[in-house]
T-cell receptor, first 112, second 113 residues
Framework: EAQVTQNPRYLITVTGKKLTVTCSQN?????MSWYRQDPGLGLRQIYY???????DKGDVPEGYKVSRKEKRNFPLILESPSPNQTSLYFC???????????FGPGTRLTVT | AQSVTQPDIHITVSEGASLELRCNYS??????LFWYVQSPGQGLQLLLK??????LVQGIKGFEAEFKRSQSSFNLRKPSVHWSDAAEYFC???????????FGKGTRLHILP
């Protein structure tokens, strides 16, 4: 079954404690992306990757890092989380030609 | 700068009534256009997309959307809504050049019994 998985689904952490949210897809997609969703702001792109070792900033990259060492994985790293990063995070992947994005189930992060 | 506007934050319709959700975009060329739905507690699901060709696009769950270049719009429609359509709907624009995608802020649809 084609899918995008994210872990963890829920996370409560404290300010400054480094964390990683994993994202994995089984469709051999080249393009992957991270979004955050906040009430009244919709979805905003954090980072995206067009292929292995190719990443670029989205609209709200501050405070986040990503890496793309393998095609299937695209982890999101928060080196020093802050309360304003409390949000719902979605990972997505797509083939470049198709354009259809497959979304993960979301990770709800709370930073206290 | 490229942008996507969904003018309605909330819309309430009665079950069985018709629905139209508005989406306007600002972009220099013809973009890729998408509508996504997010049910409560769920992730995002693609309803339909427009790349080129016929400007009336059919999607899943009985939804359709019409691309109107002159109005820079891509409104989503359904002739008769069901209670299960209550969700948040996002319009999105794909930018050919670098595969970046921009989402609108969403429209929350409420269904009256």
């Amino acid at each position: 079954e084609a899918q995008v998985t994210q872990n963890p689904r829920y996370l409560i952490t404290v300010t400054g404690k480094k964390l990683t949210v994993t994202c994995s897809q089984n469709m051999n997609h080249e393009y992957m992306s991270w979004y955050r969703q906040d009430p009244g702001l919709g979805l905003r792109q954090i980072y995206y990757s067009m292929n292995v070792e190719v990443t670029d900033k989205g609209d709200v990259p501050e405070g986040y890092k990503v890496s793309r060492k393998e095609k299937r994985n695209f982890p999101l790293i928060l080196e020093s989380p802050s309360p304003n990063q409390t949000s719902l995070y979605f990972c997505a992947s797509s083939s470049r030609q198709g354009g259809k994005q497959y979304f993960g189930p979301g990770t709800r992060l709370t930073v206290t | 700068a490229q942008s996507v506007t969904q003018p309605d934050i909330h819309i309430t319709v009665s079950e069985g009534a018709s629905l139209e959700l508005r989406c306007n975009y600002s972009y220099g060329a013809t973009p890729y256009l998408f509508w996504y739905v997010q049910s409560p507690g769920q992730g995002l699901q693609l309803l339909l997309k427009y790349f080129s060709g016929d400007t009336l696009v059919q999607g899943i769950k009985g939804f359709e959307a019409e691309f109107k270049r002159s109005q820079s719009s891509f409104n989503l429609r359904k002739p008769s809504v069901h209670w299960s359509d209550a969700a948040e709907y996002f319009c999105a624009v794909g930018l050919n050049r670098d595969d970046k995608i921009i989402f609108g802020k969403g429209t929350r649809l409420h269904i009256l019994p």
